[in-house]
């Protein structure tokens, strides 16, 4: 059974890098046919598609973050990552990573998720 | 890209049916049949309940089901129970995006 683990930084200080890493075990990420995402959702309020790499390599991420916004697969140690640049206190949120299938069974649906990490930005 | 819209709550009693409309446009919800539902519960990680805007993965409830008209995807929910009450959210493929719908809180009473 595949699972997601998000880690990274809890505390990231305004204008700075926000940086999280997705671990995925029981399944490999060079396996083609998923694209690897990530979502977040500030506090009180609803979910927030950030963006998603295909199995290709290619990358499209929500119009409002773009500029910001860089999803990179590590293969050589089965996880990928989100890196947003100058973040804002908006930025607060629980970030997860999830999978979604390109095709096939659950396509276009992000049908595994991770538990979810809180990132809090504040000086 | 604009999120899709949801009624932010709705309620209903035991045993009863449900629905939760998402609104969204000709873009996403109109022009894709990939609308994907979700439940959540209270400091857990959404849970897929419904994709392809009207099919259920394995383990999920035939109480789930899933529809679409034109702009406006629904989930309902019969035979509703206490262990349904969580928020909703609905999620549609726009052409290389995704867009989530605000979210609606069901409350069983």
């Known amino acids: 059974q595949l699972q997601l683990q998000e880690s990274g930084s809890g505390l990231v200080k305004p204008s700075q890098t926000l940086s999280l890493t997705c671990a995925v075990s029981?399944?490999?990420?060079?396996?083609?046919?998923?694209?690897w995402s990530w979502i977040r959702q500030p506090p009180g309020k609803g979910l927030e598609w950030i963006g998603y790499?295909?199995?290709?390599?290619?990358?499209y991420y929500n119009p409002s973050l773009k500029s910001r916004v860089t999803i990179s697969v590590d293969r050589s140690k089965n996880q990928f990552s989100l890196k947003l640049s100058s973040v804002t206190a908006a930025d607060t949120a629980v970030y997860y990573c999830a999978r979604r299938p390109n095709y096939g069974d659950y396509e276009d649906a992000f049908d595994i998720w991770g538990q979810g990490t809180m990132v809090t930005v504040s000086s | 890209q604009s999120a899709l819209t949801q009624p932010a709550s709705v309620s209903g009693s035991p045993g009863q049916s449900i629905t939760i409309s998402c609104t969204g446009t000709s873009s996403d919800v109109g022009s894709y049949n990939l609308v994907s539902w979700y439940q959540q519960h209270p400091g857990k990680a959404p849970k897929l309940m419904i994709y392809?805007?009207?099919k259920r993965p394995s383990g999920v409830s035939n109480r789930f089901s899933g529809s679409k008209s034109g702009n406006t995807a629904s989930l309902t929910i019969s035979g509703l129970q206490a262990e349904d009450e969580a928020d909703y959210y609905c999620c549609s493929y726009a052409g290389s995006s995704t867009v989530f719908g605000g979210g609606t809180k069901l409350t069983v009473l």
């Open positions: 029981g399944g490999s990420i060079s396996s083609g046919g998923y694209s």
């Open positions: 392809e805007g009207s």
């Open positions: 790499i295909y199995h290709s390599g290619s990358t």
